[in-house]
């Protein structure tokens, strides 16, 4: 599947520590390796030497959630990043691949998102069927998502079922057996997915415009799902190139949460991972910070079939390791999203002119976007809502900033996002997940949610102005398509009606 926006939003940047918590909200998430918890990892490192495991080595670990978190390196490269605590009750095996829709080539889009379809096609020891039959009995969860910089895989399994799912991963990691007539009818299963979720959806289909527009030909200008006419154009060949030069072992971390032994486990993805071999991990586009970038405003009209019009905006901004980021994203928080949000009040309840407002700072690897999202009211058209949106960031750039207050709430709102988040193992293994997948270390989360508890509202009114006040921006005005009135040969009764499609 696409990660859905609200997971990408939501692992990415709903990673918020509170200000209110002070002190003990940052300590609850960690910012560095110290040398007490350092002490943890190398006491279980000299047990896995004891029993004769080799070719792994502590790198990092850091309070996290209700214990910490430790991130281990194989000698191929292989990460793994285990956090166990004892009232789980259940595990979450994850895997974590740095690959999504960025690292593909043009005529080539969709390749990150059909292999994810296809890691569930089965290998020689597990043929397609049995591997999702086998998790079944043991009473897993499973699925998989992929965003535009990262493919993940997750399982949440009873506890004496770890080393089982470790083995199944490490075994579709370089044993997948993709037949021609396999990879065609996934395709197919993809290509209708496409239909449905753009070709079919208005919101995708903004969505796919918004992103090119915004992007251009960037490495996240176009849909995750791919265009149409690569999809078409795949083949076996495509995937399994693709497959064989980014999965592999520096490319990839295992991360465990939840009830489990971790020296076991630990044991047991060295058993499993291993005995691949290192081969380097691939390149990954880069896009220097203030690269090329918009510098006046794009716009395009849509005609889209639905009741209600939609507006979408989006400013070019910064990558996660910004120091504008944690300013955005409370940006984002603040303006949209709760009944008390600025642009909320003023869209939904004072000018009554939409139904729902949503605002959004990407949590990327490279430049992402600040984006905001409304859907009116029947009857009420794109172009009004635009003019209300540019009056309030005239204001918010302007004479009215946020306030301080307004950056508590937000503050308030984006902290209980995360611990909401950090409730289930699954949750998370999806921020260490996501974190190791984008910014690379297991610490970024703990420094992340430490510039979010002390972000001022000084920070806020800059960075509002550097970049939702910049004046290259992307728009899309999507409206209901007009019926089709076509005059019928004289002397047969009077106008047609029919609805056009976009
Ligand atoms: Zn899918």
């Known amino acids: 599947m696409i990660a859905p926006r609200a997971m990408a939003g939501a692992a990415m940047g709903a990673l918020l520590v509170l200000s209110r918590a002070g002190a003990a909200g940052a300590a609850d998430v960690g910012t560095s390796t110290s040398g007490a918890n350092m002490a943890v990892a190398e006491t279980r490192a000299a047990q896995l030497a004891a029993a004769g495991v080799r070719g792994i080595r502590p790198i990092e670990v850091v309070p996290f959630g209700p214990g910490t978190a430790e991130r281990w390196r194989l000698d191929n490269g292989l990460h793994a990043i285990v956090a166990a605590d004892g009232a789980a009750g259940v595990a979450a095996v994850h895997v974590w691949v740095k690959v999504g829709s960025a690292d593909e080539t043009a005529g080539k889009t969709g390749l990150a998102h059909l292999l994810e379809h296809l890691m569930f096609k089965g290998t020689r020891s597990r043929p397609a069927g049995v591997y999702d039959r086998e998790l079944e009995a043991h009473g897993a969860s499973t699925n998989a998502a992929t965003w535009v910089d990262w493919t993940m895989y997750h399982q949440v399994v009873p506890p004496e079922v770890v080393p089982l799912v470790v083995q199944m991963e490490a075994d579709r990691f370089v044993h997948l057996n993709l037949t021609a007539a396999g990879v065609r009818s996934e395709l197919a299963v993809v290509q209708n997915e496409r239909r449905e979720t753009v070709d079919s959806d208005p919101d995708g289909l903004v969505a796919e415009h918004l992103g090119r527009l915004v992007h251009g030909g960037g490495p996240y200008g176009h849909p995750v799902i791919g265009w149409a006419a690569d999809l078409a154009a795949l083949k076996r060949d495509d995937v399994m190139a693709f497959y064989r030069q980014r999965y592999v072992p520096g490319n990839a971390a295992v991360v465990v949460a939840g009830t489990f032994d971790p020296t076991a ?188 508890a002390q972000v001022s509202p000084a920070e806020v009114a800059a960075a509002a102005r550097r970049w939702i006040g910049a004046p290259g921006r992307a728009v899309v005005l999507a409206d209901p398509a007009p019926p089709v009135i076509s005059q019928r040969p004289a002397g047969r009764s009077g106008l047609r009606v029919a609805a056009r499609m976009p």
Not at 307 to 321: E, F, G
Not at 347 to 372: E, Y
Not at 422 to 447: E, I
Request: charged share 20%; glycine share 6%; with cysteine.
């Open 265 to 452: 486990v630990l044991a047991e993805i060295v058993h499993s991972f291993g005995g691949i071999a290192a081969l380097p991990p691939p390149d990954r586009p880069q896009c220097a910070h203030g690269g090329a970038r918009l510098t006046a405003e794009v716009r395009q009209a849509v005609a889209i079939d639905a009741r209600a019009a939609r507006l979408a905006v989006a400013w070019p901004t910064v990558p996660r390791d910004h120091a504008d980021a944690p300013a955005l994203e409370l940006l984002a928080e603040a303006l949209c999203g709760a009944a008390s949000a600025r642009l909320d009040r003023l869209l939904i309840d004072d000018k009554r002119l939409a139904s729902d407002v949503n605002c959004h700072q990407d949590d990327t690897r490279l430049p992402g976007a600040f984006d905001v999202w409304v859907t009116l009211r029947p009857g009420r058209t794109a172009s009004e809502a635009l003019t209300a949106l540019d009056a309030a960031v005239a204001a918010l750039v302007g004479p009215s900033p946020l306030t301080a207050e307004e950056l508590d709430l937000a503050r308030v709102r984006a902290t209980t996002g995360l611990y909401r988040q950090l409730a289930s193992a699954d949750g998370r293994a999806d921020v260490l997940g996501q974190t190791w997948a984008v910014a690379g270390s297991l610490a970024a989360h703990g420094q992340w949610w430490q510039r979010m």
